[in-house]
């Protein structure tokens, strides 16, 4: 079965300023998706960034970006200029590629971290 | 386009008392999931299925019960609610595995 983990509870980030969450996984498959999920206090689950393992070039999305190390089975989040709006939580997810056996498309999440923004 | 559709938002039962939450997809979805998402914590898999007839449990079944009579509507049920059951319900969808999930707003029940 896949973990995922997410080391840091909280984090804070003076506005405009960059800030790096990190986040580990275990999994024995070698086709797989990372991705970040952001959860504002509405509890609403957006999609901020997604990275397929068969891609070495990291995924960027405006301001976030990711820094995936495969043999590593790290995958952490960076996010630049951070915006008051970006205060959330933050779910690392994986999810098998594969369709079949067990996997069918279920999301793995970690524990979360929760980012403060400071003004 | 509505998307996924979770009903009740909110809902406070008794303990013992039984309810379904409904989730409903307008999106052609082949694979619907049920998360619970309790207090600071990430979100586990109660129960997932990948087309109608078809369903299977997921991390934490235990006190639930689902079904999948039509593509779009995967409700659950929680029979004899207990305080451990308190959480945040998350329903969500996607048509296979290799594509976007959708999430809906959220069901936050509360067992007293």
């Known amino acids: 079965a896949q973990t995922v983990t997410q080391s840091q509870p909280e984090m804070s980030v003076q506005e405009a300023e960059t800030v790096t969450l990190s986040c580990t996984y275990d999994t024995s498959e070698s086709d797989y998706y990372l991705f970040w999920y952001k959860q504002p206090p509405s509890r609403q689950m957006i999609l901020v960034i997604r990275q397929e393992a068969y891609k070495q070039q990291n995924a960027t999305e405006n301001r976030f970006s990711v820094n995936f190390q495969k043999a590593a089975k790290s995958f952490s989040l960076k996010i630049s200029d951070s915006q008051l709006g970006d205060a959330a939580m933050y779910f690392c997810a994986y999810r098998s590629e594969n369709a079949g056996g067990t996997s069918y498309g279920k999301l793995t999440f970690g524990q979360g971290t929760i980012l403060t923004v400071h003004p | 386009n509505a998307g996924v559709t979770q009903t009740p938002k909110f809902r406070i039962l008794k303990i013992g008392q039984s309810m379904t939450l409904q989730c409903a997809q307008d999106m052609n979805h082949n694979y619907m999931y049920w998360y619970r998402q309790d207090p600071g914590m990430g979100l586990k898999l109660i129960y997932y299925s990948v087309g109608a007839g078809i369903t299977d449990k997921g991390e934490v079944p235990n006190g639930y019960n689902v079904s999948r009579s039509t593509t779009e509507d995967f409700p659950l049920r929680l029979e004899l609610a207990a305080p451990s059951q308190t959480s945040v319900y998350f329903c969500?969808?996607?048509?296979?595995?290799?594509?976007?999930?959708?999430f809906g707003e959220g069901s936050w029940l509360t067992v007293v």
């Open positions: 969500a969808s996607t048509w296979d595995s290799g594509n976007t999930i959708y």
